[in-house]
């Protein structure tokens, strides 16, 4: 209920991946009347939704210690109760993004031995599946070492499992690539993630700089909640100006719009291919549950890749497999630290 276009664009992106996906069923919360009039209105979704009347909306403004403490009657609650009590598989939501992270680290609690959880986004690349991981882009502004550790173990989880990549390549986003270079925790999460690297079944490729984002050099990128979401919010506004560059360019002459006319199944093929709302979703990791956070513009297309993501991941056991994984890794590093500690 609390996206930017409200929840006739919503219930129009469920019914695109609805057409699209004859085994996906969804539950959506909000106020009755106004839900059942929207689904109504949609043929295909007849059977395949369940409406919970909640009748209080987060809105994009509101502080989220306010919605922790007065939130239990809205939509975005009723939500996160539903994944909390086993009904729905994946959370997908276009509201407010601080809201609803502490209301999903309040319901469905951090997973045993996650500091931070993070956000996980798909960017489009240059590798063969045509898309990186990147991690933290908003979850919280700090990072240990210890944090990105565990971001680069659940990157590699979300890689497997979103990507189908057996081992991915794992990379730490720096200010260069020389072991020398960058922060401390930097330098201790570098060393971390290396020592991890064989037992989680990743590569770790090292140091990697902003222009290997989109690149091919890995398939994860991981960095501090900070400079990822500057880095995502720059990458969407420089696909945007690319965009209107090349419509201006083309629109500018009547031998560029002949031109543009020449190529317009090329010019299509790039905008898809750039086009963020074909990539929307950021994914909750480090939670007991999986929480699909949509852009909150997003229109029927950007609603239902969210959709599409949220059923990937639910089909793939991912939120158990990360939980195992997280386990495994916060059990080695408890060995080490004993080590450590009797050698000294």
């Known amino acids: 209920m609390g996206g930017d276009q409200g929840p006739a664009t919503v219930v129009a992106g469920i019914s695109r991946s609805a057409k699209k996906n004859p085994d996906v069923a969804f539950i959506l919360h909000g106020p009755r009347d106004e839900l059942e009039r929207l689904v109504a209105k949609r043929r295909n979704l007849a059977g395949r939704c369940e409406i919970r009347d909640a009748t209080d909306v987060v809105h994009m403004e509101d502080k989220p210690s306010h919605v922790m403490r007065h939130g239990t009657e809205t939509s975005m609650w009723s939500a996160l109760e539903s994944v909390r009590n086993g009904e729905a598989t994946v959370c997908v939501s276009c509201g407010n993004t601080g809201a609803l992270m502490v209301l999903s680290m309040v319901r469905l609690k951090k997973l045993p031995g996650v500091n931070r959880p993070a956000i ?33 173990l659940m990157g590699a989880s979300y890689a497997r499992n979103g990507l189908a990549l057996e081992r991915p390549r794992i990379g730490l986003l720096n200010v260069g690539t020389e072991e020398h270079k960058g922060r401390a925790e930097l330098k201790a999460a570098h ?35 900070f400079t990822g979401n500057i880095a995502l919010k720059t990458g969407e506004g420089t696909a945007s100006l690319i965009g209107d560059l090349l419509k201006e360019a083309f629109e500018y002459t009547p031998l560029s ?8 199944t090329s010019l299509r093929r790039l905008k898809k291919r750039i086009d963020p709302r074909r990539v929307n979703g950021g994914v909750f990791l480090g939670l007991n549950g999986t929480v699909v956070k949509s852009h909150g513009a997003a229109d029927a297309t950007g609603v239902s890749a969210a959709v599409k993501l949220a059923f990937q991941l639910a089909q793939s056991g991912f939120s158990e497999k990360i939980a195992a994984r997280l386990a495994a890794a916060t059990s080695q590093l408890e060995d080490m630290k004993n080590e450590k500690d009797v050698a000294e």
């Open 191 to 225: 060393d971390l993630i290396a020592a991890n690297a064989e037992k989680a079944r990743f590569d770790f490729v090292g140091f990697v700089e902003g222009g290997d984002i989109p690149g091919n050099r890995c398939d994860v990128i991981v960095t501090d909640g």
């Open 120 to 152: 996980a986004v798909l960017w489009p690349s240059r590798n063969p599946h045509g898309f990186n991981v990147m991690l933290d882009v908003g979850a919280d502004i700090r990072a240990d070492a210890q944090d990105l550790l565990q971001y680069a």
């Open 257 to 264: 719009r002949i031109a543009a006319l020449l190529a317009l």
